[in-house]
């Protein structure tokens, strides 16, 4: 099911999509989002895509910035909304775990993988907090095997700030065994979600084989959310502060915004292909 609009500044088709999502033991759900396509040149084998996924906030400014930033390299962009699809209204509402959303990305990348003029083997994902850790846990070949219904699997991930220190410690928080796709992390220093070298300490603990797939980013002094172009805010969050809870600032960081950005605009353009 599709709504068209059209931006002819943008030179980017826009369609307002929605497909099922199964996941077993559960009724089927639809998931709605925006898919993004741009009408710039494209080669024979087909464009590349990037899955954007938001943070317990739900959808903000933070997926329109990067589908921007992303279709201006001629990459497609799907962003999905995880919450209208369960009908939860606060961060508070959310899901337990992060692994109930897990159907959500491989039927997005099934979705996506099926649109004309798309190389279904040159799709990725990247997500913010919430968005991050699907982003992680969805480069586990065991959390593929689990929840791809077609096989696929992404072909990059860049997950932005995504709990490094919640990995291999929390239930359902494995990350290991990768599928071989690049894995590009992007951290700040401030944030209070985890310790500075949360994400060192975790690359380091990979296996050489996984180390291998994995490279990071570090920012001084960004917090969780530096990109969130909406009002600043202090939340309380329980799985905070190593999992001990507390609270968390949220503060815009323009600078950084823009490296993060440039970063995954680069990552993905070298692994999907851009237009050129």
């Not at 931006?7 to 999509?17: A, M």
């Not at 239930?171 to 070298?197: N, R, S, W």
């Not at 603990?205 to 570090?218: E, G, Q």
Request: aromatic letters at 8%.
């Amino acid at each position: 099911m599709t709504q068209d609009r059209q931006s002819e500044r943008l030179g980017v088709k826009v369609s307002f999509v929605a497909f099922p999502v199964a996941a077993e033991g559960k009724q089927p759900w639809h998931l709605a989002g925006e898919w993004r396509m741009p009408e710039a040149p494209v080669s024979a084998s087909g464009r590349g895509a990037v899955l954007i996924v938001h943070g317990s906030a739900g959808v903000d400014s933070r997926g329109k910035s990067v589908a921007m930033a992303l279709n201006h390299i001629g990459l497609a962009t799907l962003e999905i909304d995880l919450w209208a699809a369960r009908g939860v209204k606060s961060a508070m509402e959310r899901p337990r775990s992060v692994l109930a959303t897990l159907p959500d990305a491989f039927a997005a990348l099934d979705f996506m993988a099926d649109q004309p003029g798309i190389a279904p083997d040159r799709i990725g994902i990247t997500g913010f907090s919430w968005g991050g850790v699907v982003s992680m846990l969805s480069a586990n070949t065991s959390r593929r095997d689990q929840f791809s219904k077609s096989g696929r699997q992404f072909a990059a991930h860049a997950p932005l700030y995504p709990v490094c220190s919640s990995y291999n410690k929390a239930p359902g928080h494995e990350f290991g065994d990768l599928t071989g796709a690049p894995v590009m992390i992007q951290v700040g220093t401030a944030d209070l979600y985890d310790d500075p070298d949360a994400c060192a300490r975790l690359v380091e603990s990979l296996s050489p084989k996984d180390r291998a797939c994995v490279t990071y980013h570090v920012y001084p002094d960004a917090t969780h959310g530096w990109d969130r172009r909406e009002t600043d805010m202090v939340v309380f969050d329980p799985h905070a502060h190593n999992g001990k809870g507390g609270e968390v600032p949220f503060t815009f960081n323009a600078g950084v915004a823009e490296k993060s950005t440039a970063a995954l605009v680069s990552f993905f353009g070298k692994i999907l292909g851009a237009a050129q």
